[in-house]
């Protein structure tokens, strides 16, 4: 059972350049979501998804976006990337019930 | 405005000791508490959790806490072990799409 999967582990992107970052999840849960993580903070909410096709804004959304075509993915897009995202970003799910996070292992994103 | 705060950035104990951490939050409508674990390079792992109309919860050597009336809840690990040194998250939910606000975290430092 691998949980939540996100790919790549790293990366490092120019400004300007655009990537995705990809996300998988195999226990069936509705719920999943995008954080990020600066040195020494918390974790901010990007976007978040309660199932295949809707998704919303969470608390730091600019310059991302997401789509859920599928109850398993959850891809996270960066457009036109900048220095301000560089941070490590966590994708995670929750069957809704007691809002526990299944989080993945991060990918660490470097923007030069 | 930050709605949940973890107010130290880190704490060390001895092994064998109890290891105290402290979380506040400002937003009443918060239903779920949750304490994550994170080590280096990895994604948090959930540890505990409370609901609202509880005062405690316990699971082995780890009981969390909390005052509704100041805003507050505690996680006590007893007895502390070396393999408890991580970074602890706070976080706190409501019921809209289970969304989790995170603190800063704390850094534990268990020492042999």
């Known amino acids: 059972n691998a949980g939540v999967t996100q790919t790549p582990k790293f990366r490092i992107l120019k400004i300007g350049q655009s990537m995705t970052l990809q996300c998988t999840q195999d226990?069936?849960?509705?719920?999943m979501y995008w954080y990020r993580q600066d040195p020494g903070m918390g974790l901010k909410l990007i976007y978040y998804?309660?199932?295949?096709?809707?998704?919303d804004k969470g608390e730091v959304p600019n310059g991302y976006n997401v789509s859920r075509s599928t109850t398993e993915d959850f891809p996270l897009r960066l457009e036109l990337a900048a220095p301000s995202q560089t941070s490590v970003y966590f994708c995670?799910?929750?069957?809704?019930?007691?809002?526990?996070?299944?989080f993945g292992a991060g990918s660490r994103l470097t923007v030069l | 405005d930050q709605q949940v705060k973890q107010n130290s950035p880190s704490l060390s104990v001895q092994e064998g000791r109890i290891s105290i951490l402290n979380c506040d939050y400002t937003?009443?409508?918060?239903?779920?508490f949750l304490w994550y674990k994170k080590y280096p390079a990895e994604g948090p792992t959930f540890l505990i959790s409370?609901?609202?109309?509880?005062d405690k919860n316990e699971d082995g050597r780890f009981t969390v806490f909390l005052n509704k009336s100041a805003k507050h809840l505690s996680l006590h690990i007893v007895p502390s072990q070396p393999g408890d040194s991580a970074v602890y998250f706070c976080?706190?939910?409501?019921?809209?799409?289970?969304?989790?606000?995170f603190g800063d975290g704390t850094t534990l430092t268990v020492k042999p």
């Open positions: 995670a799910s929750s069957s809704g019930g007691a809002n526990v996070l299944t």
């Open positions: 226990m069936n849960h509705n719920y």
């Open positions: 998804s309660v199932g295949a096709g809707i998704t």
């Open positions: 937003n009443s409508m918060f239903d779920y």
């Open positions: 409370i609901s609202s109309i509880k």
């Open positions: 976080a706190a939910s409501g019921t809209n799409a289970g969304k989790s606000t």
